[in-house]
């Protein structure tokens, strides 16, 4: 897993300029890596040919050595999008709409700061695998709410505050475990009146008043028992994060209709016959260590969007029987970038693979690499702390040094604070147009392991939506806000335990280990105590 998120980076932008047409533009590369880099806009448009980078396969040469060649050689796109409409702030991104900084999604409209597995939001900030949602904020893992904040685990919610695994809840505050309820409060009921007199008393806008509900909230969630995992209307299912799925082992994140899922991670939207690979969608068939694919029958490829019979490829799309290719698009029987008739190219993609095997690559912590096997870490465009891989598995500078791969250290920050953190307003109240202005001082100062940008601005799209909702300013920058809902979520890895109820001999493999606080049951046992 950390080998295929080493080769993506979805929030490390640099400035620099395109190398067709000298506009300054936004990357993923970082301009002293040596990468070549379009404009997306030019690099999707016929005024370059991705053949005249291909070239002869090299036996006396390892696979890998020449994929590296190719990769630096030819021009990359700065971000990857897909029908976007002024939505020029977005990454690994496709169907959105009016939306800022936007990352991992399919279809959003007038949104900012959404990121992971992201599908159909509408008017809505900083939301992190959530689906279907209309003006929430802040949101984990919260499908078909309106008007839902601060909230995790949570479907068919409206107009509430800090819920965790609650369901069609309407005006409801600091609630865990909630079925169909309304006007409750820490899961105390209140009458109609009761409740909003209490809301106006906590004073949602006020960011001390926040702290002082979100404290209480979490030692609440600690006092309620919940499910071995987190698994709705499923069969046969190890894992976590699991909606309308079945016959899944040991796979986490995994929602809407997928079959037959192995060792994997992000698969969503009707994908079956899956196995090692960390994003699927859309149908996808027979996907085998990939990362980011969508289409049929692709092994050991990063970023393929549509297509078939495709191995050791990178961001290519629609296309089919292609071995060893970067940025193709409609292309058919290519190997390194290179045109063949289907008799040449299947003749010659048997004999790479054997000479694959023959003539492996040897990587610098001495793991070897031959047909099977996805493309290795040590030539992967990214370092550690640039890619996916650190919001996941997060490592400092000497462990991955130890690991015998790179690191990015910190670059120069050219910008001047204007606002510092302890100066903020505390309440939304007291905010004028002139914070649009400001350069803000994170309240994390870069002394963190999130990739912080130690300041941040607000947007007009932001400053309109927080007045609306009546909700505070944030105090970090949205790479501290991401990591902490990232941190939210349960680990990748599970643990073999007992229920926690008295009496009770089930057992189950779940994703809280011994030695955390939670109150753990087994599915019978969690549905009599919170349904």
């Not at 990359?76 to 409409?85: A, R």
């Not at 820490?186 to 109609?192: D, H, I, K, V």
């Not at 069969?235 to 994997?264: L, M, P, T, W």
Request: a neutral charge; glycine letters at 4%.
């Amino acid at each position: 897993m950390i080998r295929r998120m080493m080769w993506r980076n979805e929030r490390v932008w640099y400035h620099r300029t395109c190398d067709a047409t000298g506009k300054n533009i936004l990357s993923i590369f970082d301009p002293k890596k040596g990468y070549r880099v379009y404009d997306h806009e030019y690099w999707k448009s016929d005024a370059w040919d991705p053949f005249d980078y291909g070239r002869e396969y090299d036996f006396s040469k390892n696979f890998f050595e020449q994929f590296s060649e190719l990769m630096k050689e030819i021009p990359h796109t700065n971000l990857i999008q897909k029908n976007n409409v002024n939505s020029e702030y977005s990454n690994n991104s496709l169907n959105l709409k009016n939306c800022y900084m936007v990352i991992a999604a399919d279809t959003a409209e007038n949104s900012a700061y959404l990121c992971g597995l992201i599908r159909r939001i509408k008017e809505s900030l900083d939301l992190y695998q959530c689906n279907d949602d209309e003006y929430c904020y802040d949101c984990v893992d919260c499908d078909k709410s309106n008007k839902l904040f601060f909230s995790q685990n949570c479907t068919n919610c409206i107009d509430s505050f800090f819920l965790y695994d609650c369901r069609n809840c309407l005006n409801c505050i600091g609630c865990v475990g909630l079925r169909n309820k309304n006007y409750y409060i820490f899961n105390e009921l209140y009458s109609r009146d009761e409740y909003f007199k209490k809301l106006k008393e906590f004073n949602t806008g006020s960011f001390k008043s926040l702290e002082k509900i979100k404290q209480k909230f979490e030692i609440l969630k600690l006092s309620i028992p919940r499910k071995y995992a987190y698994i709705l209307n499923s069969q046969n299912i190890i894992g976590d994060d699991i909606i309308n799925a079945k016959d899944c082992f040991h796979s986490f994140n995994v929602k809407y209709e997928v079959e037959n899922c192995r060792y994997s991670y992000r698969i969503t939207q009707n994908a079956k016959d899956i196995v090692d690979t960390l994003i699927g969608w859309n149908g996808s068939e027979l996907l085998y260590d990939v990362l980011s694919g969508n289409g049929k029958n692709i092994k050991f490829s990063g970023f393929i969007w549509g297509g078939f019979d495709i191995e050791y490829s990178y961001n290519c799309f629609d296309c089919n029987n292609i071995f060893g290719c970067v940025g193709l698009r409609n292309k058919s029987y290519c190997i390194l970038n290179k045109q063949y008739s289907k008799e040449e190219y299947l003749e010659l993609v048997d004999k790479i693979k054997f000479h694959m095997n023959e003539n492996k690559f040897q990587g610098s912590n001495g793991r070897v690499y031959g047909y099977g096997e996805f493309f290795p870490m040590e030539l992967s465009p990214f370092d550690y702390n640039e890619s996916l891989a650190q919001e996941y598995f997060t490592k400092n500078k000497e462990e991955v040094i130890q690991m015998k791969l790179t690191w990015k250290n910190s670059d120069e920050k050219n910008y001047r604070i204007t606002k510092k953190n302890s100066e903020l307003e505390n309440n939304i109240s007291d905010i004028s147009d002139s914070i649009l202005e400001e350069i803000l001082e994170c309240e994390h100062k870069g002394k963190c392991n999130d990739q912080c940008s130690t300041a941040f601005r607000i947007i007009p799209k932001e400053l309109t939506f927080l007045r609306r909702f009546n909700l505070p300013l944030p105090r970090l920058c949205f790479n501290c806000r991401h990591m902490e809902r990232i941190r939210l979520k349960n680990p990748m890895k599970l643990w073999h335990r007992k229920c926690m109820k008295e009496g009770c001999n089930n057992e189950f493999e779940t994703v809280y280990a011994p030695d955390r606080s939670e109150i753990v049951y087994c599915e019978r046992c969690y549905q009599q105590e919170v349904y």
